[in-house]
């Protein structure tokens, strides 16, 4: 019996012991941590229901536990500074929502006092503090030859790439190298949901002229998450008269967002045809060796010592994202604030167990059907069917192709996951695709959107 | 439990413990608080699960024992009282409460129910601080930490001990104020934490008028402030526990600015007579514009609104560098002066959209810094 198993079994029959309010005071946010050598480790959220824990319920929780494993022989209870951050992410939209509220009174806040109001440029990002790797050298080069001749060779630039990746970073890289270049240039670096809130803006005032005005002007526009954009057309139809405009004067533009332009949905035809005009280039997940440097340059920044141990663990546990490594440094950082000294490596271990364990365990094979699913608009029922419909056969094979890239899973398992299907069924869908998605940007773009489903979900 | 206290002492504890009393729906027993004799030291506590207090004091006691009473029911039957000393025991599961002519028993809850609060340990890192210093010093800063739920980072107030002294800083984004506390010998703690607002306004309301030194006691995830009365023969202890915030505090050094377009100097009281008389045509947005003049040696308060009519006043002012307009929430100067208590006070302007910065003139152990509102 797995931990999240055992301690499961371990609240049904507490519940039963208890008041339910008790239960739901003490109980709260409890887990088990670790299992070692019949020592168990439970965490609890703070330190009244440890207090509680220990003193009250340790006797009936021990003797449940050993009812149904006579391994163990102790519990521990313990306060995990970690377990309250992991579930802190989930409020980050409300905190536009609110900025964007209190802003509208023109009330300034501290915040934005680093960034640069003309530009909206953060001047942190620099080329400096930025690492490049072979995932990301393409549109790094890009970046560094359009910072020269700003204008003239590749316009407009267009950056895609994941979440996390370092998009922002090389878009505000590029417009403080241009600043610090050229400071006669006007450059102006916009997200696309205040582009738009700013098109609504001009709109309710009356002021679109002012608008036109105030973007034709400059000699560098950026906009960054155009994916946003999506559907909403007069948005569109502005930033494409001023799109025109800025690219008769031989003026750049630099763009980014999560997926190509032929991915992003709703996109006006020759809004998509113009972005695709200029240069486009992706940034992709990085490799081992590229996160440890972007881990060194981030400790060297912030006058840290952190082991090479502890770097390794954390350059080899986190890999989708360059911000997530960022956040666990963060909290790494944080305990050297607090007990001035570098955590050890069974230190960052406990620091980061909430951050690195998470997104493994969450993805079945039987997620991956009913995203597939999802996405090809089709029944789960239908992709596990004995059909050979074309419709049917492609989305299956995907499936396939993921849970054998993704998942791991050996060709006779994902056989069986389909209805009992031989494996040289699975092994022609895998290689079938993976051919295809080397040859056709569309498909690829579509795995990419599951896998990304898949992980954020 | 048998035990013959002081009534003023027991109506101490009571009005303490009682702030951290909760009302809470699912757990009744937080509205009450614990009385525990055990021996020759009564006890009284209370706790809504964030912050922990607890009120001890010299008592004679023949039986220990503990109960559960709302605080509500004892402290006006103590009111009325008025004998010094009164005899605490129990009847049946109440508490009994007999002084002279009084024989009255109070409901009690299980005591077994009541929440354990955590105490330190011994092992943690301590601080040994002036309790009236600390409390005066963090009255400074208390009253601008944030109030959003979404960065709870901010809503709490920064401690940095250094070998020397200590910083306490607190923002909710739109000001920012830090105060510095030096200490007469060095002490070897050196770390940071945030405490929440709500304990950090129980420790100046609680804490604030003691004489002598608190122990602060720290974990990670824990801050213990303890009192120990220096008059030996009450053996009054006060404690109050409070969890820390986790999260990394804004690097806030980095938006003060290093430069200034313009400083003045002007006398704090009129200032701020000024500012609360423009205030009351400043609106709903609580704008009022400043106008300073380094030709006329004038700074120009207006401030205008549609509903109440408009403001002008004139006041004479030292000041050096350029002309400038800028305009501000008229509540976070105020905020900011009333800090301070010297008589004139320094305001330095980065920029019409940068941050300004008042300064006590004459003590360097303050910054307030306030964000304009966009012109």
């Known amino acids: ?457 | 439990m048998d035990a013959l206290v002081s009534k003023s002492k027991l109506k101490e504890a009571l009005a303490i413990a009682e702030r951290a009393a909760a009302k809470s729906a699912t757990l009744p027993v937080l509205s009450n608080v614990l009385l525990s004799a055990e021996k020759n030291i009564v006890q009284v506590s209370a706790t809504d699960l964030e912050i922990g207090l607890t009120y001890a004091f010299l008592a004679t006691t023949k039986q220990d024992g503990k109960v559960v009473i709302a605080p509500r029911l004892l402290s006006p039957l103590l009111q009325v009282i008025a004998t010094d000393q009164i005899q605490l025991g129990r009847e049946g599961h109440d508490l009994l409460v007999e002084a002279k002519e009084y024989h009255t028993s109070i409901r009690s809850l299980d005591p077994e129910e009541f929440p354990i609060i955590p105490s330190p340990k011994g092992e943690e890192d301590r601080v040994d601080v002036d309790c009236r210093v600390l409390c005066k010093g963090l009255s400074h800063v208390v009253g601008m930490t944030g109030q959003s739920q979404a960065r709870p980072e901010i809503s709490g107030v920064l401690f940095v001990f250094e070998k020397g002294g200590l910083k306490m800083a607190a923002t909710d984004s739109f000001r920012l104020a830090e105060k510095r506390l030096v200490f007469e010998k060095e002490q070897p703690f050196e770390g940071s934490f945030i405490l929440p607002q709500k304990a950090a306004r129980e420790l100046v309301a609680i804490f604030g008028e003691l004489p002598g030194k608190m122990t602060i006691s720290l974990s990670p995830v824990q801050a213990a402030f303890m009192y120990e009365s220096e008059d030996k023969a009450s053996g009054v202890r006060i404690q109050l526990v409070s969890r820390l915030i986790e999260g990394e505090y804004p690097r806030y050094q980095d938006i003060i600015p290093e430069d200034y377009k313009t400083k003045i100097a002007i006398s704090r009281a009129e200032f701020t007579d000024h500012i609360k008389a423009a205030s009351i045509f400043a609106g709903k947005t609580n704008e009022i514009h400043l106008v300073i003049d380094p030709k006329q040696k004038e700074l120009v308060v207006t401030a205008q609104s549609p509903e109440a009519g408009a403001h002008k006043a004139r006041l004479a002012a030292d000041i050096q560098g350029e002309y400038m307009e800028i305009a501000f929430n008229w509540r976070f100067l105020v905020d900011g002066l009333a800090q301070m208590k010297s008589e004139n006070a320094e305001l330095k302007f980065s920029s019409e959209e940068g941050p300004a910065v008042i300064l006590p003139m004459g003590e360097d152990d303050y910054l307030y810094l306030a964000m304009p509102i966009r012109a």
């Not at chain 1, 521990?76 to 409020?91: D, G, I, L, N, W």
């Not at chain 1, 050979?388 to 050996?410: D, F, G, N, T």
């Open chain 1, 1 to 457: 019996m797995d931990k999240d198993d055992l301690w499961r079994a371990v609240l049904a029959q507490l519940q039963f012991q208890i008041s339910p309010a008790n239960f739901a005071t003490w109980l709260k946010n409890t887990y088990i941590v670790s299992r070692k050598d019949g020592q168990l480790v439970v965490s609890v959220p703070n330190n009244f229901s440890r207090e509680w824990l220990e003193n009250k319920y340790n006797k009936a929780i021990f003797h449940i536990l050993r009812a149904i494993d006579h391994d163990i022989k102790e519990v521990k209870y313990t306060v995990e500074r970690a377990a309250q951050s992991a579930t802190k992410q989930a409020p980050q939209k409300q905190t536009i929502s609110i900025r964007a509220m209190e802003n509208s009174s023109g009330q300034l806040d501290l915040r934005e006092a680093r960034i640069d109001r003309a530009t909206n440029l953060n001047p942190r990002y620099t080329f400096e503090s930025f690492v490049v790797g072979p995932f990301n050298e393409l549109a790094h080069a890009a970046s560094l030859a359009i910072v020269k001749e700003p204008g003239t060779i590749y316009n407009p630039f267009f950056i895609y790439g994941g979440v996390g990746l370092g998009k922002t970073h090389l878009l505000q890289a590029v417009g403080n190298q241009i600043t610090k270049d050229f400071p006669d240039k006007k450059i102006r670096y916009m997200t696309s949901e205040r582009f738009t809130s700013e098109v609504v803006a001009a709109i309710r005032n009356h002021s679109v002229d002012n608008f036109r005005g105030l973007y034709r002007d400059l000699d560098i526009l950026i906009i960054d998450d155009i994916q946003f954009l999506a559907g909403k057309e007069k948005t569109q139809e502005e930033l494409f008269h001023t799109f025109n405009a800025l690219y008769e004067k031989g003026h750049q533009i630099i763009f980014s967002s999560d997926r190509p332009p032929k991915s992003i949905p709703a996109l006006e035809e020759r809004l998509r045809s113009r972005f695709e005009g200029g240069m486009i280039a992706d940034v992709s997940a990085p490799d081992f060796e590229t996160r440890l440097a972007i881990l060194k340059t981030k400790i060297q920044n912030r006058s840290l010592t952190i082991d090479d141990d502890v770097c390794e663990y954390l350059a080899s546990n986190i890999q989708r994202n360059i911000r997530e490594l960022e956040g666990a440094l963060n909290r790494l950082f944080a305990f050297y604030r607090l007990n001035h000294k570098a955590p050890s490596l069974t230190e960052a271990k406990s620091l980061l167990k909430s951050v690195i364990q998470t997104p493994s365990k969450q993805i079945s094979s039987k997620k991956v059907i009913q995203l597939v699913a999802e996405f090809y608009d089709m029944q789960e029922k239908d992709l596990i069917a004995a059909s050979r419909k074309k419709e049917i056969v492609r989305p299956r094979q995907v499936a396939m192709y993921i849970m054998r890239e993704e998942l791991k899973h050996s060709y006779p398992l994902i056989g069986k996951k389909f209805g009992g299907k031989d494996h040289t069924t699975a092994i022609y869908a895998c290689e079938k695709i993976q051919k295809e998605v080397q040859e056709s940007e569309i498909l690829a773009d579509e795995i990419n959107i599951i896998k990304q489903r898949m992980y954020s979900g």
